[in-house]
């Protein structure tokens, strides 16, 4: 294998193909050497498509990636004849094949890049360590006895451990950031409405709080490769205001001086933060305030709010319902709540539950929540927000998905992410710390709706005065 590409960003592999250094099949060839080499270790991929992405690579449009090669997450990203089974053994026993590619991936492929497969997931995404029945759990190449984080936790791991240099994610309560957090990497959720969920009717799941793009190990190929999924697609219901200019061009600007709160510690009472997490925070406002931004302890009052969580389970204990019903119509027979695993059974049974007056009080609560979070941004003038993305390091394997007593530790430590899932903002994780074992801790930063120009300039601006990109995991390619 050749040892450059193992660390070397998808920016960079573009630019190798561009120059004529190596073709779109010599890093492909690359990639899939690097993918036999560690995926036994961690399981982060399920499905291969190796034969497959040779034929393509040697036909690779001449995109902006060209070449480069890139893993789905095996939820969200259907391709039409490949397996998808969103981490459900149902599907998984079943065989089932897409019938259709999203826009999404439609858009990856003709931007360049060569698809080499599906990475490992939780259970239709409904938890935030990758743990699933259906094909055990992903590990950290930072700690193999640790969780990756999810529900993008396959993905995370293929990125960390350097299989390739960028995988899809996706987010609905902190299912970018967390793995991101946990694996030492860039994990930007970008605004509701940025990247069109399409053809699917994916947008009022979970009350629009879903949206997808990649993990990476660099700013500068999470701000690429937004630029390759941004943008309104036909029939969108959400649809971001557009940017003033590519993202991939707010990369190293000078942000200027920013008014930055910060907050280290679960807002909401009654709940406790690992010292680790608040450090972290702590060092990064240093970090910023060195940088010459405005650091002051502060932030949104509603982040407080107990009713939040219950709001929001609403939201996802009725989408289980409809998800279920919808893998029954695609497999062309029922699904029981006893062919799912424990937790989620659950969440069926009470979102069966749930009067269609619940559901809509609980949308319309999330619209009153949304426009007091926004509050601080436009009426107290702060320009981001930081904050832990968990409570508390990556857990151990099976700390997460114990059925019944994982979920009360989920809640524990999801105290910071899903709320702006909610509002809809565009939000970063940042691997900016480490625990004395050498797991990764990430800070979140979180912008004004719309407002990714202004993420990407800060986190280039911190990755330049971090240098995180220099701490290998204990697997690697």
Known sequence: MDERLGFMDATAQAQLVRDG?????????????????VNDDLNAVIHERFDAARKEALNAPGGPFRGVPILLKDLGAPMAGEPYYAGTRVAKHAGYRATHSSYLVQKLQRAGFVVLGRTNCPELGTTITTEPLSYGPT???HSTDHTTGGSSGGSAAAVASGMVPVAHANDGGGSIRIPASCCGLVGLKPSRGRVSPGPDPAESGWAGSTIDHVLSRSVRDSAGVLDVLAGEMPGDFFVAPPPARPFADEVGVEPGGLRVGWLDHPAIEGFEGHPDNARAVREAAALLESLGHRVEEAHPPALGDPDFQRNFLVLVMTAMVVDVTAWGEMLGRSVSPEELEPDNAL????????PGATYLTSVLWCETYRREMAKFWADEHFDLLLTPVLAHPPARIGELSEPGVGQERVVQTLQYTAQFNVTGQPAISLPLSFTEDGLPIGVQLVAAYGREDLLLRVASQLEGAASWRDHLPVVHA
């Open 347 to 354: 969440f069926y049974q009470i979102g069966e539950t749930i």
């Open 139 to 141: 590990r950290n190449p």
């Open 21 to 37: 250094e190596m073709s779109p099949s010599e890093l492909v060839d690359e990639a899939i050497a690097r993918i036999e080499a």
